[in-house]
């Protein structure tokens, strides 16, 4: 919240005309309905919106009580760029003629589903392709437009929007991924504060933190200095859902960072070897007995625990190393429909679970009885 100066403070449309009227000579009537009272009332109310807009600039000023364009011009002016949203990519299946060619910029799709009014999302191929000898070819693809949505899952892309003889079916045989959104205030502001709070200087840790973080599609990062001796510099990486990100996101800040070890071609300097990992996760494997409510449902329950489970992971993720015991018993008492629980292991123990420096806590099997 933006510390507002003293003029500013409690200017309402009262306060103003009281003291427009404090100024008018004693012997003229100040009283609710005369002329001078109706005279200064317009113009209280209009100094009184003033002040109102004076708050809403200083507020928009600052970095953090600022949002939107005002926001992103403020991170720009310190090299702090917006990441854009980035379109999902992956590959379809298509058969039918052999030797039928698939041309590049082919556009396929996923239905329309009028029952929740989802919209088709296309796709269009990003490299040509032929129908090998058993009529079959795998082709990358892109989404047209840049976000989520274009991330889905097998089987949904099954329409082949531009017409091709000799082609009869195409189907997506795994998701596609690495459709991000385009960066939130949130994000952005997490980013500006490391960069003006954590200024990088000639490829300290910082600086490594700051370049991974310029990638779209990377959400938290930490630095490992000398991990293979003298020179070498290790950076994990998580997704925006603080899981281990593709290697294509991986191969993404690598180029970024360093393409070629020691030559001082990316952000890192001469003579650094830097080598740019996924998070390895570290799956926490719930086991719980549960007393539950009158009517409660087990599988609804299960579903709501590992929802929450999943958000505090999400919170802990490069964040916090140690997942904790009572904090997961915690989870199960907040959720109205568990009475009661007995024998919760974590990792078929009773202690917190530490994840390492590169790791990131990620859900396993999940095991409940009622």
Request: proline share 5%; with cysteine; aromatic share 6%.
């Amino acid at each position: 919240m933006a510390i507002l100066p003293d003029y500013l403070i409690e200017q309402t449309e009262d306060a103003i005309r009281e003291r427009m009227l404090n100024l008018v000579p004693s012997d003229v009537d100040k009283s609710e309905g005369s002329f001078i009272w109706d005279s200064l009332s317009p113009a209280a109310f209009q100094l009184y919106m003033a002040s109102g807009w004076a708050q809403e600039i200083l507020k928009r000023g600052f970095a953090t009580t600022t949002f939107g364009p005002y926001l992103r011009m403020r991170c720009e002016e310190h090299g702090v760029i917006p990441r854009a949203a980035v379109a999902a990519t992956g590959s379809v299946k298509m058969t039918g003629i052999v030797g039928t060619v698939i041309p590049i910029d082919t556009l396929v799709a996923t239905p329309a589903d009028d029952v929740t009014a989802t919209s088709s999302i296309e796709y269009e191929t990003t490299a040509a392709a032929t129908l090998n000898s058993q009529g079959e070819a795998i082709v990358p693809i892109k989404s047209l437009t840049a976000g989520t949505a274009g991330n889905v899952p097998i089987g949904a892309i099954s329409i082949l929007v531009n017409s091709i003889t000799g082609v009869t079916s195409v189907l997506n045989m795994a998701a596609t991924s690495g459709g991000t959104a385009e960066e939130s205030d949130e994000a952005l502001l997490a980013r500006f504060l490391i960069k003006v709070r954590q200024p990088g200087t000639s490829g300290n840790k910082a600086d490594y933190l700051q370049w991974a973080l310029e990638i779209p599609a990377v959400s938290r990062a930490q630095v490992k200095p000398l991990w293979n001796g003298p020179g070498t510099v290790k950076v994990f990486i998580l997704d925006t859902n603080q899981r281990a990100p593709s290697q294509t996101i991986v191969n993404a800040v690598q180029d970024h960072i360093s393409p070629t070890s020691g030559l001082g071609e990316g952000k890192a300097p001469i003579g650094a070897v830097v080598t740019v990992s996924a998070a390895v996760e570290k799956p926490i494997n719930i086991s719980v007995q549960l007393t539950l409510a009158s009517g409660a449902i087990l599988s609804v329950v299960k579903a709501s625990f590992q929802a929450e489970l999943a958000a505090y992971l999400k919170q802990l993720a490069f964040v916090d190393s140690l997942v904790r015991y009572n904090r997961i018993s915690a989870i199960l008492l907040d959720i109205p429909s568990i009475v009661d629980f007995a024998n919760l292991t974590i990792n078929g123990g009773v202690s917190n679970i530490e994840a390492l420096l590169g790791e990131v806590a990620v859900i396993g099997t999940v095991s409940i009885s009622g």
